[in-house]
């Protein structure tokens, strides 16, 4: 079955970066477009970035462009979101995001939380 193991989170001054990890298993990695999504606590989800099957388009929220750029290995089926000049805002849980036609798949997500 889908399996979406996030990594890399943890506590970050302003400024700082860190660099999320998905794992993913259970389907054809390659076939499929996949997102990042966050939810800040006691807020809705909030979608980050997504990145097409090759890797070549990529696209982001406003809140992050410019700051977190996206990238995926098809050979180590692995999505990358890596986060740069972090802001106490972007405190959130970090979640990997598969679609397809039917179901939406999550992992557990990974924390991330910016001090201040």
């Known amino acids: 079955q889908v399996q979406l193991v996030e990594s890399g989170g943890g506590l970050v001054q302003p400024g700082g970066s860190l660099r999320l990890a998905c794992a993913a298993s259970?389907?054809?990695?390659?076939?499929?477009?996949m997102y990042w999504v966050r939810q800040v606590p006691g807020k809705g989800l909030e979608w980050v970035s997504c990145?097409?099957?090759?890797?070549?388009?990529?696209y982001y929220a406003d809140s992050v462009k410019g700051r977190f750029i996206i990238s995926r290995d098809n050979a180590k089926n692995k999505l990358f979101l890596q986060m740069n000049s972090l802001k106490p805002e972007d405190t959130a849980v970090y979640y990997c995001?598969?679609?397809?036609?039917?179901?939406?798949?999550w992992g557990q997500g990974t924390h991330v939380t910016g001090s201040s």
């Open positions: 995001n598969l679609r397809d036609r039917f179901n939406n798949y």
């Open positions: 259970g389907f054809t990695f390659s076939n499929y477009w």
């Open positions: 990145i097409n099957t090759g890797g070549g388009d990529t």
